[in-house]
């Protein structure tokens, strides 16, 4: 039998047997199925497994945005992409190799993304009369050949599961809830998995009832073995993946949200602060809240409030007393905050503020991705009102991104943006855990005795134009501030003209003054001088970055600029710009970044946008990149065509 494995590393065709092991470089699976059928799940555990192999990886969860479609529907499929592999992984992949569809409507939605060859693997269980029609199927797609291009997989995964918790006496609701798990067996044996982590996690997880554990395991172990000893003379095949060269040291998986929260409590224990957490829940930003609701051992006090303004304002309040206000939320939420934050932009207090972005305006697209805040976050309050933001590249990134948020708030007494999105916050990847001892403190002087002879005089500035932090209750240092314009120094309540032009140059000279702590803006990747440089921020660093890699290795001269300090900038990089022909701007938005480099620097960035909800895929960005050097003039940047096979357009009914 002649199989191949594609990736987006190339690919390589090997003559095997239908059960003889091979090597593959890297492979991309996707998991769906209804939001019940527990794909995320399965999805978090697969690739626990995959980072206990030692393999680099990358994931995409991609939920219904619906919180409970009904059941079987092409609206409520839920799925989970993973991309691993023994060389570096930055991107969940373009497309799979291969395809886990438990029920017709997550085949309807996904089969088109499957690499052409792929496998799909189909539990002819849930395709009866009922289900087909549902996914707005008139044929049976297991029965008309319209699968043909594709190695399809097709048994009775449910009634196999079934007969494989039967000892535990489960009824048959959850019987097949187990299913899942027989699946994740069989993925486990097909890329050479050990089982026994998540044995291990199952019987944690089902401490206080074991007989759900053991169903579980039965399941697990049922769809390994059936991989093992099935006679098939069909697709299914076992592969193995070598590790990573990686070096020495502990690692984890970690999500862009559970990233954030460790780095906030990381960038608050640097500061010698406590902290003090308000939010309110609102996809995907929520996660945050739930992971630093564990942290309390560590002087993390959360709060959920009733609404977004409460949440900011407990926060300033916090910044107020002395310790570490943070507050977190998505578009919507933070188009509420905005009257808080120009009151702690007025009050010059520190405030994190994390932004987890998602599709808009309005509601929008609540589980999917997109980079549509950037004009918020730069722009987005009334008045003058400038504050520092900085955007995460990755879920491991998001760990540095949230301590130098505290740096930056803590060291310059203002709030500051942290931008991250959905697929950031969700995705996952192999982080190696930093040695504290590396990381510099920055410990917060507070007032401790007048500052103004025999007067304390909360607005007095240093060299860099930040004022004091006074704890509320320090003797002699009783003190008021609020969110009226203040006199020079003292404070007071002051409406002069010259008065509100000294403070509102000032607290931008404060913020313009934060590019002296800033690194220089490096090139990612290539030379510093060339004929195009693609410009990135935030998510999109993965694809540009392989995009641009895959163009060099075809002689184009291109490199990769990514900017982590979004506002200000950084003091060279219109240095850096200069030394290309064209700067491409690849967002996913309508060209907001596009925009600000424009400003900032009078250069004349092409803008490449996409807004249909998921991630550039790598393709898109290479053929993007080739328009710059096809010697047709004009054809350069522009909109990413929606790709159906990427983000699934369920079928609506009109009425």
Not at 81 to 92: H, K, L, P, R, V
Not at 204 to 232: R, S, W
Not at 641 to 653: D, F, K, S
């Amino acid at each position: 039998m002649m199989a191949t494995i594609s990736s987006e590393y190339g690919s390589s065709e090997h003559d095997v047997s239908s059960h003889e092991q091979r090597v593959a470089e890297a492979v991309v699976v996707r998991f769906a199925g209804d939001s019940g059928d527990g794909m995320q799940l399965t999805g978090g555990q697969f690739t626990l497994s995959t980072a206990l192999a030692g393999n680099d990886l990358a994931t995409f969860p991609d939920f219904p945005a619906e919180i409970r479609a009904p059941q079987g529907t092409l609206f409520g499929v839920s799925a989970f992409q993973i991309n691993f592999g023994s060389s570096e992984i930055t991107t969940a992949g373009d497309a799979p190799d291969v395809l886990v569809a438990m029920n017709p409507a997550a085949l309807k939605t996904n089969i088109h993304a499957l690499k052409p060859g792929g496998m799909v693997i189909v539990d002819t269980g849930e395709f009866g009369k009922r289900n087909l029609e549902k996914a707005k199927y008139a044929e049976n797609p297991l029965e008309d050949g319209s699968l043909a291009k594709w190695d399809v997989l097709a048994f009775d995964i449910s009634a196999l599961t079934l007969e494989a918790v039967k000892p535990f006496g489960l009824g048959n609701k959850e019987a097949l809830r187990c299913k899942n798990m027989w699946t994740l067996g069989l993925a486990l044996w097909m890329f050479d998995r050990d089982r026994q982590p998540l044995v291990d996690w199952l019987k944690a997880k089902f401490a206080k009832n074991p007989v759900l554990a053991e169903a579980n395991i039965a399941a697990l172990n049922a769809g390994h073995a059936y991989g093992e000893t099935a006679e098939l003379s069909g697709p299914l095949r076992k592969q193995h993946i070598d590790p990573v060269p990686s070096e020495p040291g502990l690692y984890r998986t970690v999500t862009g949200a559970e990233a954030i929260a460790l780095g906030l409590v990381a960038g608050c224990r640097l500061a010698g602060l406590p902290m003090f957490f308000g939010g309110y829940p609102i996809t995907p930003a929520s996660a945050i809240l739930h992971h630093l609701v564990k942290m309390k051992e560590f002087g993390v006090t959360t709060f959920q409030a009733e609404d977004e303004i409460a949440a900011i304002c407990s926060a300033i309040g916090a910044s107020y007393a002395g310790q570490l206000g943070v507050t977190s939320s998505s578009g919507p939420g933070i188009a509420l905050k905005g009257e808080g934050m120009g009151l702690a932009v007025m009050t010059e207090l520190p405030l994190v503020i994390v932004n987890s972005q998602r599709g808009g305006p309005s509601t929008g697209l609540p589980t999917k991705t997109e980079q549509s805040d950037l004009y918020q976050a730069v722009y987005g309050r009334n008045g003058d009102a400038p504050l520092p933001v900085i955007a995460a590249r990755s879920p491991a990134d998001a760990f540095e991104c949230a301590i130098e948020a505290c740096r930056l708030a803590t060291q310059y007494m203002t709030p500051v943006i942290l931008l991250t999105d959905g697929y950031i916050g969700n995705a996952s990847e192999p982080w190696k855990v930093p040695d504290p001892e590396t990381f510099e403190p920055f410990p917060v002087p507070f007032l401790e005795e007048k500052n103004g002879g025999d007067r304390v005089l909360p607005y007095k500035r240093d060299s860099r134009g930040v004022r004091p932090w006074i704890k509320p209750g320090t003797p002699g240092l009783m003190h008021r501030i609020g969110g009226i314009e203040k006199a020079v120094d003292s404070g007071n309540i002051d409406y002069a003209p010259d008065v509100h032009q000294i403070q509102t140059d000032a607290r931008k000279a404060r913020i313009d003054g934060i590019v002296e702590t800033i690194p220089p803006q490096e090139v990612c990747l290539g030379e510093a001088r060339g004929t195009l440089v693609v410009v990135g921020w935030g998510s999109t660093y993965g694809p540009i970055h392989q995009a641009v890699r895959r163009a060099r290795r075809r002689g184009l001269a291109v490199s990769h600029v990514h900017v982590r300090h979004v506002w200000p900038l950084p003091g060279n990089l219109g240095e850096v710009l200069a030394g290309f022909d064209h700067v491409l701007v690849p967002e996913m938005n309508t060209g907001q970044f596009k925009t600000v480099l424009r400003d900032r620097f009078l250069i004349d960035a092409v803008p490449l946008n996409k807004t249909s909800g998921q991630p550039f895929a790598i393709a898109e960005l290479e053929e993007a990149i080739g328009r710059f050097f096809d010697r047709i003039p004009g054809n350069e940047g522009g909109e990413v065509a929606v790709n159906e096979t990427q983000l699934p357009a369920p079928e609506i009914e009109q009425p």
